[in-house]
């Protein structure tokens, strides 16, 4: 089965400051990647499909790139109601296999 | 207005049984694919099972193969998950999600119900 790696497992950053989380798929999976965030207490929420595509309603701010293995989700510009843990998901086969997860911190 | 409704969780022994369902509205039931995704306290995401919007495809995690049944009632809108044999490490908040047409995962969850397995 393909494994999701993620990195860092949890960083704090600065408000404003630019987030950058890397998810590696152990072999290619296409653009078959989804970006779900995830705040505590709450319901996962789907934040990015097909690698880049920006689900309906997510601020401009959060972006993915990748394509392959190495993909990347960018907060341009870290917001108090970013506080999270993003989770990466491949969906091109079974086992929809998810990352570890980044829980990411206000500084 | 979308809603997945799940029910069914609670506290059993291990080696006991328990069936979850999910009550779908809001939407054409029968035509999505579903899946369940777990959540054990304090861990992350992990994907459980998933069937096809006619019922008639199934897939497992291998940790739950063998044990889990998933399965669906479209004239109920009703998703399900029967699990048996469960062991400690099946305790968890499960989510009922939906696949969005082109294959693109979950852009709706339940809210979860926790299932603890415990003697």
């Known amino acids: 089965d393909i494994q999701m790696t993620q990195s860092p497992s949890s960083l704090s950053a600065s408000v404003g400051d630019r987030v950058t989380i890397t998810c590696r798929a152990s072999q290619g999976i296409s653009n078959y990647l989804a970006w779900y965030q995830q705040r505590p207490g709450k319901v996962p929420k789907l934040l990015i499909y097909?690698?880049?595509t920006l689900e309906s309603g997510v601020p401009s701010r959060f972006s993915g790139s990748g394509s392959g293995t190495d993909f990347t989700l960018t907060i341009s510009s870290l917001q108090p109601e970013d506080v999270a843990t993003y989770y990466c998901?491949?969906?091109?086969?079974?086992?929809?296999?998810f990352g570890q997860g980044t829980k990411v911190e206000i500084k | 207005e979308v809603q997945l409704v799940e029910s069914g969780g609670g506290l059993v022994q291990p080696g006991g049984s328990l069936r979850l369902s999910c009550a779908a509205s809001?939407?054409?039931?029968?035509?999505?694919?579903m899946h369940w995704v777990r959540q054990a306290p304090g861990k992350g995401l992990v994907w459980v099972s998933r069937?096809?919007?006619?019922?008639?495809?199934?897939m497992y995690a291998d940790s739950v193969k063998g044990r889990f049944t998933i399965s669906r009632d479209n004239t109920k809108n009703t998703l399900y998950l029967q699990m048996n044999s469960l062991r400690a490490e099946d305790t968890a908040v499960y989510y009922c999600a939906r696949v969005e047409y082109g294959n693109i995962p979950y852009g709706y969850w339940g809210q979860g119900t926790l299932v603890t397995v415990s003697s």
């Open positions: 809001g939407f054409t039931f029968n035509n999505y694919f």
């Open positions: 069937i096809s919007s006619d019922g008639g495809s199934t």
């Open positions: 097909a690698a880049s």
């Open positions: 998901q491949k969906y091109n086969s079974a086992p929809w296999t």
